[in-house]
Nanobody
Framework: VQLQASGGGLVQAGGSLRLSCAASGSTDVMGWFRQAPGKEREFVARANWSGVQTAYGNSVKGRFTISRDRAENTLHLQMNNLKPEDTAVYYC??????????????WGQGTLVTVSS
């Protein structure tokens, strides 16, 4: 298994959760996506190999923080001030640096985040 996501759960609105994604193999760029029931998959955040270059989807800017632990080869997503609309299955993914955001060839199994109002 190349990517193993964990950390999902049930939280009240305004609360926090921290997702983790343990990775194996090459991990040039890693990111988080989410998919809510009946909706298309949405980009959440990504970080380059060093974790210095990051990008966020507009709906999570200022509330979520992506980080990488290179020693542990793990990707994290700190989610604060959660809202009911953040409810979704969250997936981690990885891609080579050269391909751009149009191609993410490796995906984890997903972890469910449920935010109650």
């Amino acid at each position: 298994v190349q990517l193993q996501a964990s950390g999902g759960g049930l939280v009240q609105a305004g609360g926090s959760l921290r997702l983790s994604c343990a990775a194996s193999g090459s991990t040039d760029v890693m990111g988080w996506f989410r998919q809510a029931p009946g909706k298309e998959r949405e980009f959440v955040a990504r970080a380059n190999w060093s974790g210095v270059q990051t990008a966020y989807g507009n709906s999570v800017k200022g509330r979520f923080t992506i980080s990488r632990d290179r020693a542990e080869n793990t990707l994290h997503l700190q989610m604060n001030n959660l809202k009911p609309e953040d409810t979704a299955v969250y997936y981690c993914a990885k891609r080579p640096s050269a391909t751009g955001d149009s191609w993410w060839p490796v995906w984890g199994q997903g972890t469910l985040v449920t935010v109650s109002s």
